[in-house]
């Protein structure tokens, strides 16, 4: 499969946040996590759907929505593995190991709403700001580079919803004073 761009654009649902677009030769897809109407606990879940897609959902974490701390993703019917790796303070030095059947993933992000990539050998995807178009939000600029499948756009846009903060080190230092004020509370999700 060659390279292509592809534009995600934000859902504009009351009670629904993602994204939905056309993903190159893969057709559409819909990122979505649902919202909880006042009164409602969270479900903190995070569904791809698309017809040529796996299926693919996101569950648990800290928080009101889906957190890397304490949730799970599950591809076609399987757990991924993930491992959240951090080496020190600086840029670069947080990332997210996955593993998905044969496959190993490396994912990093520089906060929520900027660059975020998913690398293989022999792939990479990345999604980062695009235009803002007023009453409607931001959107999503996606690029798939090498043999690039529709596994692997999966995990990449589902990511897209997760808060993953915890990969970028603003989101670590906010982190800090909520885990000493409220402790480490954690929703591993559903029961895969």
């Known amino acids: 499969m060659g390279d292509f761009e592809f534009e995600m654009e934000p859902l504009t649902d009351e009670w629904a946040s993602g994204y939905r677009g056309t993903v190159g030769p893969f057709g559409s897809?819909?990122?979505?996590?649902?919202?909880s109407k006042p009164g409602e606990e969270s479900t903190r879940q995070v569904?791809?759907?698309g017809s040529q897609f796996p299926d693919t959902l996101f569950s648990?974490?800290?928080?009101?929505?889906?957190?890397?701390?304490?949730g799970w993703l599950k591809v076609d019917g399987s757990?991924?593995?993930?491992d959240s790796k951090v080496t020190g303070i600086r840029k670069g030095s947080r990332w997210l190991e996955l593993v998905h059947r044969e496959r190993h993933y490396l994912y990093t992000s520089a906060g929520e709403?900027?660059?975020?990539?998913?690398h293989?050998?022999?792939s990479t995807v990345t999604l980062d700001r695009g235009r803002f178009v007023s009453h409607v939000g931001g959107f999503r600029?996606?690029?798939?580079?090498?043999?690039?499948?529709?596994?692997?756009?999966?995990?990449a846009l589902v990511l897209e919803e997760v808060d993953r903060s915890a990969l970028s080190i603003t989101g670590a230092l906010f982190a800090i004073p909520r885990n000493v004020l409220f402790g480490r509370q954690r929703?591993?999700?559903q029961a895969p």
């Open 29 to 35: 897809v819909n990122v979505c996590s649902k919202i």
């Open 47 to 49: 569904v791809l759907e």
């Open 60 to 70: 648990g974490g800290v928080g009101v929505m889906p957190s890397l701390d304490g």
């Open 79 to 82: 757990l991924v593995g993930m």
């Open 113 to 118: 709403t900027r660059e975020a990539r998913l």
């Open 120 to 122: 293989r050998e022999g």
């Open 141 to 155: 600029m996606g690029k798939a580079e090498g043999d690039v499948d529709t596994t692997d756009l999966a995990i």
């Open 187 to 189: 929703d591993e999700g």
